[in-house]
C-alpha cells in the first residue's frame, strides 16, 4: 500500500506555500528557451508537425535546441532530441525511462517511480536534470530513491545537450545536462481561439491509467497568453518475467533457509524461500502521480514575460530487498559515486523477525518560475533572457504507515543571459546564475545534517566560425558555500571550469572536432555531511566535511552528418579526474547496517557511442529504413578497481517503415554481461529485449492526432539494469503491451 500523509507530514501548507512563491516570482528571472515570438501570421506559416504543437523543427529539417543561450549557437557536441512520435512511444513515468533508448543514456532504475538518467555512465550529482532550462531543485540528485519532480507526460520534448555549451547550465553537469522542455509557460499565442492537447496511456505489465492534457487561451487581442494542465498516472505492482531475485541472490536465500531450517526456525526458512520462489509480481512497486499548472505569457513585439505555478505529488512503493531481517551477509552492490544509496539485505529495526514493513515514499513539490525573452534591439547585445524557479519540496518516507524520515528541500536558481548579435560570425552570450537550497532531513533516522548551499556564478559561450572552420569556447566561475550550523561547519569553494571545441566541415553535410574540457564541482551537501542511516536504502552513510573539491579533464573527438540517404553519429571520449567522490563500503555495520565512506581518488572514464540511420527505400509514399545504435564506456579507480553501476555494452538495431498514416518499428536491443564489478558489487547477466510498434495517424490534415500500439519485451525476457543499486531484486517490465492516444486541436 502506498501512504500519503493524511495530516500533511509530507505536504506543505498550501496557503503558505502558494503565498510564498507569489511573493517571489515577480523577482525571479531568465528564459530556457526558444520563445518564438508568436504573431498570427507567423502560426499560419508553420508546417504541419508531428507533435502537439509549436515544434522547434525548420523546413529543412533541423533540430532548434532550445535550452537557454544554446539554440541561437551551432553547437559542437551532439544533442539528441526526444518528440514527437518517438517521445509518445517512449513515454514513462520518469525521465530516465523515457531516455534509456538514446545513445549514451541509461536509467538509474532503483524503482518503477524512480528512475534518473545516467549520461555516459554519470549519474546523480554529476548530471544536471533541468526544466526548461533551470534546474529540477528537488532531491531526485541526491540518493537513486528520490524520484525527478518532472513529469513526462507534460514534456514537449526532451533534450540531451553535450558538450562546452552544458557549462552554462553548472560545472556539475560532466556526463551532460537533459533539459524537458514543457508547456507551463506559453510560447507563442495559438491561431486558434482555444488549444488543446490531449494524451492517455494504458498497459497491461503495470495495469498502467494515465491521462494528461493542457489548454492555451489567447485573452483577446491583449497579446496575453493564459494556460493550464493536469495529469494522473497510476500503476499496480510490476509483472516481471520469471524470478523477482537474481540467480546468484537466489541460491543465497534458499542456502539460508536451509540453514534456518537445520536450526529449527521453520517459520524463518518458510519465509526465506518464498522470497526465493517469488516470480511473476514485484511486490511494492505501485506508484500514483497528479499534476497541476498553471501559467500566462505577455507577447509584446519581439519580446515575452511569463510565469507559471505548479504542483507535483507522488507517492510510490520501494521494493524491499527479498529475505530483508533474516541475515547479515555481506553486500552485493558497490561502490557509490553519485551521492546516491543502495538497497541492502541487512536486518535491523527496519524489519524485524516477525515481518519487515514495507518502506513507501511520498513528495510534493511546489513550483514557481519566470521566463523572460527581452529584445534589446540592433545593437552588440540583441536580447536579455531571465529565468528563475522556487521550489518547496517535502519528501517522506513511510515505514509501513508510520513516518520514518521526512525531507525538506527549499530553493531558487535564477539566471540572467545577455544574448549577442546572431547576424555575423561571432555569436554568443554572457551570464550570471545565483541558487540557493536549504536541505533538512528530519526525525530519528535522518542521516543528513540540516545544510544550506549558496552559489553564484559567471559564466560564457563564444562561438566563431569561418569557412568550414568553427571554434566554439565556454567557461564558467563558480563561488559555492556549504554550511551544516548545526555542526559548526562551513565550507566554501571557488571553481573555474572551461571547454574549447574545434569543428570542420569535410564536406556540406559532414562535419568532425574534437572538445576539451577542465571542470571542477564542489562537494554537495549530502556528501560533506551525511552521517546516519536511510530506511529507503538500508545503508548507514557517513560523509567527510573535508572533501576537496572534484576535478576532471575530458576530451571528445566526434563525427556526425549525412551521406546519400545515411544519416550517423559517432563520438569517442576520456574523462581523468582528479579527488573523484564516490561513496564504498568499508565492511563495519552500524545499528545492524553496513557502513557506507564517501571517499575520493583519482579515476578515468573511457567510452565510445553512436547511432546509424539508412533510408534503402524511398518512393516518398513509403519509406523502409534501418537503424543501428552501440554505447560502451569503462572506468577505473585509481587503484585499478572498477568504479560501480556502469553500463555494460549496448547495441540495438531497428527496421522501420513510414507511410502518410503509419509508422512502423521493429527492433531488438542487446546488453552484454557486466562482468567488471566493484567490490561488493554483483555482475549483471546480459540480455535480449524484442520491441514492436505501429503508429497511426487516421487525419491526413492533422498529424497530431495519433494511436500508438507496442509491444515491449515480446518474448518475456528478463532483464535487470546494472546501472541500479536494486537490480538484484528490481528486473525490468516482462512483457508488456500498451496504447496511448494523443491529440491536438
Known amino acids: 500500500m502506498l501512504y500519503r500523509s493524511k495530516h500533511s507530514l509530507r505536504l506543505f501548507g498550501s496557503t503558505l506555500s502558494v503565498a510564498a512563491m507569489l511573493a517571489a516570482g515577480p523577482a525571479l528571472a531568465q528564459t530556457a528557451g526558444d520563445t518564438a515570438v508568436a ?62 533508448s538514446q545513445p549514451g543514456v541509461s536509467a538509474s532504475g532503483f524503482a518503477p ?55 552554462l547550465f553548472g560545472s556539475q553537469a560532466i556526463g551532460g545536462a537533459v533539459n524537458v522542455i ?38 483577446g487581442s491583449s497579446g496575453v497568453v493564459f494556460h493550464a494542465d493536469g495529469s494522473w498516472r497510476e500503476t499496480n505492482d510490476l509483472e516481471v518475467a520469471g524470478f523477482t531475485v537474481a540467480p546468484a541472490l537466489r541460491a543465497e536465500l534458499l542456502e539460508e533457509a536451509a540453514e534456518e531450517e537445520e536450526e529449527g526456525e521453520f517459520e524463518g526458512a518458510e519465509e526465506l524461500r518464498e522470497a526465493a520462489e517469488q516470480r511473476g509480481v514485484l511486490p511494492n512497486s505501485a506508484t500514483e502521480t497528479w499534476t497541476a499548472n498553471a501559467g500566462l505569457a505577455f507577447f509584446r513585439g519581439d ?15 520501494v521494493p524491499g530487498r527479498p529475505g530483508a531481517g533474516h541475515h547479515h551477509h555481506g553486500e ?52 536579455l533572457k531571465i529565468r528563475a524557479g522556487y521550489s518547496d519540496y517535502t519528501h517522506t518516507e513511510f515505514e509501513g504507515d508510520e513516518v520514518g524520515t521526512v525531507f525538506d528541500v527549499e530553493g531558487l536558481e535564477a539566471r540572467a543571459e545577455l544574448v549577442q548579435d546572431t547576424s555575423g560570425p561571432w555569436r554568443g552570450s554572457l551570464g550570471v546564475q545565483y541558487y540557493w537550497r536549504d536541505f533538512e532531513a528530519i526525525g530519528a533516522e535522518a542521516f543528513v545534517a540540516p545544510n544550506r548551499t549558496d552559489q553564484i556564478a559567471v559564466f560564457a559561450l563564444q562561438e ?10 565556454s567557461a564558467r566561475f563558480e563561488s559555492t558555500a556549504v554550511d551544516a550550523t548545526t555542526l559548526g561547519i562551513e565550507r566554501s569553494f571557488d571553481t573555474f571550469s572551461g571547454a574549447l571545441g574545434f569543428a570542420y566541415d569535410v564536406t556540406p553535410t559532414v562535419r568532425t572536432g574534437i572538445n576539451l574540457s577542465r571542470v571542477a564541482r564542489a562537494p554537495s551537501g549530502e556528501e560533506l555531511y551525511s552521517n546516519g542511516p536511510h530506511i529507503a536504502t538500508q545503508a ?82 513509403l519509406t523502409v529504413g534501418t537503424e543501428l545504435l552501440g554505447e560502451y564506456v569503462h572506468a577505473e579507480l585509481d587503484d585499478d578497481t572498477f568504479v560501480p553501476r556502469i553500463p555494460p555494452l549496448h547495441l540495438a538495431a531497428a527496421l522501420t517503415a513510414s507511410t502518410r498514416a503509419f509508422d512502423l518499428r521493429g527492433e531488438v536491443e542487446w546488453y552484454d554481461d557486466q562482468d567488471d564489478v566493484a567490490a561488493f558489487e554483483t555482475a549483471t547477466d546480459g540480455f535480449t529485449h524484442v520491441n514492436a510498434s505501429v503508429a497511426w495517424r487516421p487525419m491526413r490534415d492533422n498529424p497530431n492526432i495519433s494511436i500508438i500500439l507496442k509491444a515491449d519485451n515480446i518474448f518475456d525476457e528478463t532483464g535487470r539494469r546494472h546501472t541500479s543499486f536494486t537490480k538484484d531484486f528490481v528486473p525490468l517490465a516482462g512483457r508488456n503491451f500498451s496504447a496511448s492516444v494523443r491529440a491536438s486541436f
Open 113 to 167: 517511480g524512480s528512475s534518473r538518467p545516467v549520461l555516459r555512465g554519470f549519474a546523480g550529482e554529476r548530471v544536471k536534470v533541468l526544466v526548461d532550462g533551470i534546474g529540477a531543485i528537488d532531491a531526485s540528485n541526491t540518493s537513486d530513491d528520490h524520484a525527478v519532480s518532472i513529469n513526462p507526460l507534460a514534456a514537449e520534448r526532451i533534450e540531451v545537450l553535450r558538450g562546452p555549451a552544458v557549462l
Open 540 to 621: 548507514f552513510e557517513i560523509g567527510d566535511p573535508d572533501l576537496d573539491e572534484e576535478k576532471a579533464w575530458g576530451g571528445e573527438i566526434f563525427a556526425r552528418g549525412s551521406i546519400g540517404g545515411a544519416s550517423f553519429s559517432i563520438a569517442a571520449y576520456r574523462n581523468w579526474f582528479d579527488d573523484f567522490i564516490y561513496l564504498t563500503p568499508n565492511g563495519e555495520e552500524e545499528d545492524d547496517l553496513p557502513v557506507f565512506l564517501f571517499l575520493q581518488q583519482d579515476a578515468t572514464y573511457t567510452g565510445i557511442e553512436g547511432e546509424l540511420a539508412f533510408d534503402f527505400i524511398d518512393t516518398g509514399d
Open 39 to 100: 504573431t498570427q501570421a507567423a502560426a499560419d506559416d508553420e508546417p504541419p508537425a508531428e507533435d502537439l504543437h509549436d515544434r522547434r523543427i525548420d523546413y529543412q529539417g533541423r533540430i532548434v535546441v532550445s535550452a537557454e543561450g544554446i539554440r541561437d549557437l551551432d553547437l559542437l557536441a551532439g544533442t539528441d532530441v526526444v518528440e514527437g512520435v518517438e517521445l509518445q512511444r517512449n513515454l514513462d513515468g520518469q525521465i530516465g525511462d523515457v531516455l534509456d
Open 303 to 317: 519580446s515575452t514575460l511569463g510565469v507559471s505555478f505548479g504542483v507535483y505529488d507522488t507517492a510510490y512503493g
Open 182 to 219: 514543457d508547456k507551463r509557460i506559453p510560447r507563442r499565442i495559438p491561431a486558434e481561439p482555444i488549444h488543446v492537447d490531449l494524451l492517455a496511456r494504458g498497459d497491461t505489465a503495470s495495469n498502467l491509467r494515465e491521462f494528461g492534457g493542457s489548454v492555451d487561451v489567447p485573452l
Open 464 to 473: 566563431y566560425s569561418s569557412g568550414p572552420f568553427q571554434i566554439e569556447g
Open 332 to 383: 552485493e552492490e558497490g561502490d557509490h559515486d553519485d551521492g546516491d544509496h543502495e538497497d541492502e539485505d541487512h536486518g535491523e529495526e527496519h524489519g524485524e523477525e516477525e515481518g519487515e514493513e514495507l518502506v513507501s515514499i511520498g513528495l510534493r513539490q511546489y513550483r514557481a518560475d519566470l521566463r523572460g525573452d527581452i529584445f534589446l534591439g540592433e545593437g552588440f547585445f540583441e536580447r
